[in-house]
């Protein structure tokens, strides 16, 4: 490989060669007006993402004052430019008092969840959780333009708890088809969504962003399968073990795709400032496909592993990682690594559902092509680059 940089658009050449900005046009965005973000989950793996793309001082659409709320003290690798709120946007009245009192939020991201037992807690849980903040800026910020809303490819399949029950969209997934015949809580926040932004008279518009698995990096995110398959690996090397797929035959061998955690930023960005994208969901991909078989070998490679022979059958990682936790901790002891608990940094039921998926999963972009979008990421290079910016932070060796 030529380069290790990402082969996104133009280079942001105050970044060293490492941070991109993607090929978008300004369009419509009204360069020099001042916007005001508002990122609930800025601590996430997107909403990090946001954070620093939008105080960039060459921010798309820019320039840009950032709000950022999430549940937890303030950590120290938030951007210094973002004014921080703590805030659990379940209780309605710590929300109204944290965000009732923002007078000036013009653009509010949403890009948080909460994981309930079940579907139906996660629609009661979500629900309230993204209504409490939408009404509290409302009321206060009489300027708000635009409600970003980030789902994702469930869109498409349905609720983890109805693998296998509810017929899903042959690929690729396409924006505009009708809602699937079950309950889910994304139905449920585009309906929020939707109603508020009815109920302003056409003052207010709206994008819904649609990406499938996340390749990115956060502390105690739910949903991180990247660093879940590398401490996976570790734990393997750690105890002498070739590093042998766990998951199914038809997911190690079809083609899948991915969506770079930045390049979700990216388009989030661009459909809140760019007319044409406005007042519909875009589906948020890399724009290639990836065979998790091939990635296997890199990140074999990567850690000096042999890849184990694959017997056709995989097993559940959440039964055999269970009680692993004194040799991840000898691990972090062996590469003098960051002290994280296993189940902090790993998160076995979800590698168990990602990695035996039983139907392909590629959703089309071309709608965000066809109105100007023109980011994108290579898929491989973004699976690496999640190692490196593990190791950088001394989670991983």
């Given at each position: ?235 393997c090397k750690q105890e002498g073990k070739k590093l042998v797929w766990p ?30 994208a406005k007042n519909q969901a875009l589906n948020t991909t890399n724009g ?18 042999e890849v184990g022979e694959y017997s056709g059958e995989g097993v559940k ?81």
């Amino acid at each position: 490989m030529a380069s290790s940089a990402r082969q996104t658009g133009r280079l942001n050449p105050r970044a060293g060669g490492t941070h991109h900005v993607a090929d978008t046009h300004q369009g419509g965005a009204q360069a020099g007006e001042p916007k005001v973000a508002l990122i609930l989950g800025v601590t996430g793996i997107v909403g990090n993402y946001l954070a620093e793309l939008l105080t960039r001082p060459d921010a798309h659409g820019g320039p840009w004052k950032v709000y950022g709320v999430a549940r937890r003290p303030r950590p120290e690798w938030i951007p210094a430019a973002v004014e921080y709120l703590q805030a659990d946007l379940l209780d309605r009245e710590q929300t109204q008092a944290k965000l009732g009192a923002l007078t000036d939020v013009t653009h509010f991201f949403w890009t948080t969840w909460v994981q309930g037992k079940d579907e139906k807690e996660n629609i009661e849980l979500n629900s309230r959780m993204l209504q409490n903040p939408l009404d509290a800026v409302q009321s206060s910020s009489k300027n708000l333009q635009h409600i970003v809303l980030q789902t994702g490819g469930k869109q498409y399949t349905g609720p983890f708890e109805l693998i296998g029950k509810v017929e899903p969209y042959e690929s690729p997934y396409v924006e505009d088809v009708p809602r699937l015949p079950c309950e889910q809580y994304y139905y449920n926040q585009e309906d929020i969504v939707l109603e508020v932004v009815k109920k302003s008279g056409g003052r207010l518009t709206y994008s819904i962003h649609r990406p499938t698995i996340i390749f990115g990096v956060s502390a105690g995110n739910l949903m991180n399968i990247v660093g879940t398959v590398a401490v996976y690996a570790l734990i393997c090397k750690q105890e002498g073990k070739k590093l042998v797929w766990p998951g199914s035959d038809f997911t190690y061998n079809r083609l899948f795709d991915a969506s770079d955690a930045e390049l979700i930023a990216e388009q989030e960005i661009w459909a809140s400032v760019e007319p044409q994208a406005k007042n519909q969901a875009l589906n948020t991909t890399n724009g290639d496909v990836f065979k998790w078989k091939k990635l296997w070998k890199m990140m074999a490679d990567r850690f000096g592993m042999e890849v184990g022979e694959y017997s056709g059958e995989g097993v559940k990682l959440a039964e055999v990682m269970n009680g692993k936790d004194a040799v991840w901790e000898e691990v972090v002891k062996r590469y003098n690594l960051e002290p994280t608990k296993l189940d902090k940094i790993a998160h076995w039921w979800f590698a168990d559902i990602i990695l035996n998926q039983i139907d392909e999963n590629v959703s089309s972009m071309n709608r965000s092509k066809e109105l100007g979008f023109l980011g994108w990421r290579n898929t491989e290079r973004s699976f690496m680059e999640v190692l490196d910016k593990m190791k950088a932070n001394k989670l991983i060796p």
